[in-house]
């Protein structure tokens, strides 16, 4: 009879045998000695994109010089790689921009959906959300006034809380420490029955979760460049309003760029008919060349295979840790085995970031979440099941051992 552990590793090889994603593996450039953990934090770098981003410099730049902005439309860049993201999340081409952080373009749509809402006077999020949600709509209301206020209620009472009073909805789709995940059809039809609009912060969703912003009425939505869509450190993000809203709402950051004639050259701001208004200043063009890389990836997968395949290497993380090291003070966080889920697992221990700087040094790159979280992102573009398997067992490894207690792995880095 084949012993468990030998039936176990079996079973995982046919698992990856089986895998229709498996062939995008070598799309990527992965370290041959790391399992790369945290691709919902930066994405890895896809094997295309150096050859692109050399391409803009050297053809188009370099050669080109400032024709390119017309002759490789960089102009229309913004837009272009918009319509892409927009076959990600169910939007239309022309209500998606890349344009700025995702905190710049919380911004603008915050301040806009308080315009567009006079007589109220709530921001309505959750406790915990990221902290870049909370900050912009803090400092947003601030920057209004008039007695606009960021009110939080847990999600369990949050669609209980919206009022006649709550101008705005903000909420993260797939939460970054739990990866518990809102239902977006819902919460936005419950705002819209107050008469609320809703701004969707898509930043652990798209590339990860099928999305469908305009089958969920979904007014507005940011989201990063550099997480699940491998768009590379600090890309470029994007900001998505529906068409409905395009006359109505305004940014705040009248920029040249979301002018209605950008060289006209007039003295006087008036913002582009459509989505363009959300433009504020030049965009990147290296970075959004390396941004639309990683996008034109996810343009040839099938969502629901990705998220398929994200749900079943995080039932084998999960079974595997929790059958392995709850008894080392591992517990589960967010939502359960088989429970509706974004693309992380996340783990909680007293230790947590001793833990995880032992297991990066050990070539298992997660992340930590303060206080006492331990993240791992499940990219299913480019991770296998023997990784995930191999991963848990490094984990349990750790802890039997305790190697975490190492004084090298208590050391704070500024960036955990
Ligand atoms: C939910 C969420 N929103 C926003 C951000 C970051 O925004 P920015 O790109 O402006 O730093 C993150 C980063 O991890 C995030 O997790």
Known sequence: MTPPDDQFRADVAALDAADPLAPFRARFTLPGYVIYLDGNSLGALPRDTPSRVASVMHDEWGTGLIRSWNSADWIGAPQR?????????????????????????????????????????????????????????QTATRLVGHGRRLEVASRDTLVDQITSDTALVLLTHVHYKTADLFDMAAVTAAAHANGALVLWDLSHSVGAVPLDLNGCHADLAVGCGYKFLNGGPGAPAFLFVAERHHAALCSPMGGWMGHARPFAFVDDYEPAPGIDRFLCGTPPILAVAALESGVDLHLEVDMQVVAAKSRALAQLFIDRVEAQCAAYGVTLVGPPRGAPRGSHVSFR?????????ALIARGVIGDFRAPDIMRFGLTPLYLRYADVAEAAEILTEVLRTEAWSADEYQVRHAVT
């Open 81 to 137: 790689v918009g319509g892409k993201i927009a076959q990600l999340i169910g939007a239309q081409s022309h209500e998606v921009v890349v344009a700025d952080s995702t905190s710049v373009n919380l911004h603008k749509l915050i301040v806009a959906a308080l315009d567009a809402r006079p007589d109220r006077h709530v921001v309505l999020s959750e406790p915990g959300n990221f902290p870049t949600d909370l900050y912009m709509a």
């Open 349 to 357: 221990h007293d230790e947590g970031y001793a833990i995880m700087q």
